[in-house]
């Protein structure tokens, strides 16, 4: 698909244990982070419409579905404990000057300038502004410019290699897990917790994850199953980068920063490096003083699922499941005055930027699933509807003028609110979903599904989309001429034509939206005004169309394994 705007990211759906998240619609929350990765299982990725289109429009860019260890029927109980530590080294960073390269580099920019001054090619008066660096003297007769050597004064007599000072020699990482799981003859259970800390590659980065994990099934009678499964997860991720103004990146700084000037200065505080804006002298904050900035950020995530499967008549299973999900964030970034550009002629100030995001998801689906066999054929039908409802909350605020930038940096201790904002709304989606599957012999595949999405997204006669989907397999591998032989393990020709819709948009596009903050003051107080948005009655879906032929293969006991795709896309109503 093709939509880009609204904040969307174009990201795939994620399944986790049947739990579904679409990235785009999370407001930045990752509900990857309340996995500890060793207790995932498997990873399927499914891409071409005929897959896809069982998940609607939250499949329009494809499905991840992650699932993660659970216990097994009659299996005592494994305990597993591990503790892992791993190295890191950064492999490419900024190649850049030394201290003598970069004088040289000076010498000759300089040279080469007053060479075009004194061609004509450049206004002679930029000589005022070379005086400041170099022996570069403007003689008003004859308007020529004579060039005299670099200033001395101007270089230090360091070697700095700031790749060094700025990137750790090495970043350590310990990771420590505990797992146990088993089952009785009726009851599986999984349980797991692990740490993680990490040094990030940059000085004063460092990350810190905690989870648990709990899964719990069992057959209640022989008709009626029942089960759940609950993920917990806190992150703390700690950074010296500015991720507020985003004025230099790491490699960005290092590559502006002066090779002959020292770290620290003989008392040992953080050298700032000389400069000149509008000819105008100035200290820029070098790399390592950059990465000064205190940045907090944390999560707290929730994930919950529970559900009933009843089996009134043989193969006939009715299933209601519930899943919860909530993800709290809170950031705090300040911004010493130190991490800044210095003018000298007036006071710098620090910031401090807040923010909050909650963002909690309930979705509740219900099917029905009849599997029954004629002699080798093969059939399933499931019908089902699910109802997805998301609530988005969020504030954001941002201070200036704080006493010190080392202990006195909490907002109480601000002199000056700048601005704030927050939000508060609700999107939802309601669907129908059906789906026939056959099969004969495990050799010839079919599967036909339909599914209609109706999405809060969209304007009063646009909310409804319908996206069928058809595909088969032949599963040449299981043929009589090729079952016996060893060395062709997967062979399977497959073909799949289907369509599937995005609702990757701003949320409410066809409605003009009121706010009010900081800035919006009128005859000397609060009021509110239209919002920049310029709403779309007719906005609706984008939907995709898809025909896709492929070949999938394993030979020599999987060892060469791959797959081959032909496919033809075409978008409709794309929302740009």
Excluded: C
Excluded at 39 to 65: F, H, M, P
Excluded at 154 to 161: P, V
Excluded at 218 to 227: A, E, L, N, R, W
Excluded at 458 to 485: T, V
């Amino acid at each position: 698909p093709l939509s880009t705007n609204g904040g969307g990211l174009n990201q795939p759906l994620y399944v986790i244990d049947g739990v579904s998240f679409n990235l785009d619609n999370m407001q930045g929350a990752n509900p990857l982070l309340t996995l500890n990765p060793t207790d995932i299982e498997s990873i399927d990725i499914l891409k071409d419409a005929g897959a896809t289109s069982i998940y609607g429009s939250r499949g329009a860019n494809g499905v991840i579905i992650i699932k993660t260890k659970r216990g097994k029927k009659g299996q005592a109980m494994h305990v597993n404990a591990s503790v892992a530590t791993t190295l890191a080294q950064p492999i490419n960073t900024v190649k850049v000057l030394n201290a003598n390269q970069y004088k040289s580099y000076y010498d000759l920019m300089v040279g080469n300038s007053v060479d075009a001054m004194n061609s004509g090619q450049l206004d002679p008066f930029y000589a005022f502004d070379l005086a400041n660096i170099a022996n570069v003297e403007l003689d008003f007769d004859t308007f020529q410019v004579n060039y005299d050597g670099m200033r001395e004064d101007y270089f230090g007599t360091a070697d700095t290699d700031w790749n060094k000072e700025v990137f750790r020699d090495v970043a350590v990482t310990r990771q420590a897990n505990l797992s146990l799981n088993g089952g009785s003859e009726k009851t599986n259970y999984a349980f797991s917790t692990s740490l993680i800390d990490q040094e990030g590659l940059t000085v004063n980065d460092e990350l810190k994850q905690y989870n648990v994990a709990m899964s719990l099934d069992s057959d209640i009678s022989d008709y009626v199953k029942m089960g759940g499964a609950v993920n917990l997860g806190h992150t703390q991720g700690l950074s010296g980068e500015n991720d507020v103004i985003n004025e230099y990146t790491i490699n960005t700084s290092i590559a502006r920063a002066r090779p002959d000037l020292p770290v620290r200065d003989e008392n040992g505080q953080l050298l700032g490096q000389p400069d000149y804006i509008y000819g105008f002298e100035t200290l820029e904050p070098n790399p390592l003083m950059r990465l000064q900035n205190k940045t907090d950020n944390k999560t707290y995530n929730f994930i919950g699922s529970t559900y009933i499967e009843v089996e009134p008549i043989k193969n006939l299973k009715l299933k209601a499941d519930v899943n919860a999900s909530v993800f709290y964030s809170d950031n705090s970034s300040f911004i010493p005055k130190s991490t800044m550009t210095d003018f000298i002629f007036f006071a710098n100030d620090s910031f401090l930027n807040e923010t909050n995001g909650l963002v909690s998801n309930l979705t509740t689906n219900l099917t029905a699933n009849y599997d029954f066999s004629i002699g080798d054929n093969k059939i399933g039908v499931l019908a089902g509807a699910a109802w997805d409802r998301t609530n988005f909350e969020n504030s954001n605020q941002f201070y200036s003028g704080f006493p010190d930038d080392e202990v006195l940096i909490n907002a109480s201790s601000a002199r000056a609110l700048i601005g704030y904002s927050g939000n508060e709304y609700q999107t939802g989606l309601n669907s129908l979903f059906s789906r026939v599957n056959y099969s004969y012999k495990n050799r010839y595949n079919a599967t036909l599904n339909f599914r209609t999405d109706t999405s809060s997204k969209f304007g009063p006669n646009n909310k409804r989309g319908y996206f069928p989907s058809i595909s088969a397999s032949w599963n040449i591998a299981n043929e009589n001429f090729l079952m016996n032989d060893s060395h062709v393990n997967i062979l399977r020709l497959r073909a799949s034509a289907g369509r599937v819709g995005s609702t990757n948009v701003a949320d409410f596009a066809y409605l003009q939206f009121f706010e009010t903050s900081s800035s919006s003051v009128y005859n000397g107080g609060a009021s509110v005004i239209p919002n920049n948005n310029f709403p779309n009655p007719n906005i609706g879906w984008e939907t995709t169309d898809e025909v896709n032929l492929g070949l999938d293969y394993g030979f020599f006991n999987n060892r060469l394994k791959g797959g081959i795709d032909v496919y033809s896309r075409k978008t409709t109503g794309a929302l740009v």
